[in-house]
């Protein structure tokens, strides 16, 4: 179910992140429903680095990362709602650990909202803790920089790390 995404599965990624975004609205989060998903070029640019997962009927969910400092960070991973809660995101998470053990990293990191239900508290159940900044590398830095600049730090936001040691 889970397979490398393909130049074909662009614009269904698009819409996934804006039905997946939508859900916001119902924590006052109106800005984040209403943002625009990456442009087809943007999406582009990490091909090789995303992963869709796919019934058969195409992709439901996505996951797309970086090398952050050495690590794998996941700069987004969204399940459509009609998919949501069948363990899609704990699965593309997984295929990102497999990927980033192979390429030496030594954990996941990430940025999210703290507070919403289906970040910061899930990403604690997939085994990430939150970093203090002591503890944010230069690239996670910049990242969380960049999200402040575009208004994302009106809500609680943090950065998450997985260790991912020996499989």
Request: include cysteine.
């Amino acid at each position: 179910m889970i397979r490398p995404a393909t130049e074909a599965d662009l614009p269904a990624l698009r819409e996934i992140e804006r039905a997946a975004g939508l859900v916001f609205a119902e924590f006052g989060m109106t800005a984040i429903a209403e943002d625009e998903p990456l442009s087809i070029a943007e999406l582009r640019a990490y091909l090789g680095r995303a992963w869709v997962a796919d019934p058969g009927s195409g992709p439901v969910a996505y996951l797309i990362a970086d090398l952050v400092d050495g690590n794998a960070h996941v700069e987004q991973v969204s399940v459509h709602p009609s998919h949501a809660r069948r363990g899609l995101g704990r699965a593309l998470i997984e295929h990102l650990a497999v990927w980033a053990r192979e390429r030496g990293c030594a954990a996941l990191t990430l940025t999210t909202f703290t507070e919403v239900p289906w970040n910061g508290p899930y990403y604690r159940r997939c085994g990430f803790r939150v970093l203090d900044d002591a503890e944010l590398t230069p690239g996670l830095r910049k990242i969380r920089a960049a999200e402040a600049e575009h208004g994302l730090d009106r809500w609680p936001r943090a950065c998450l790390r997985r260790e991912l040691g020996p499989e």
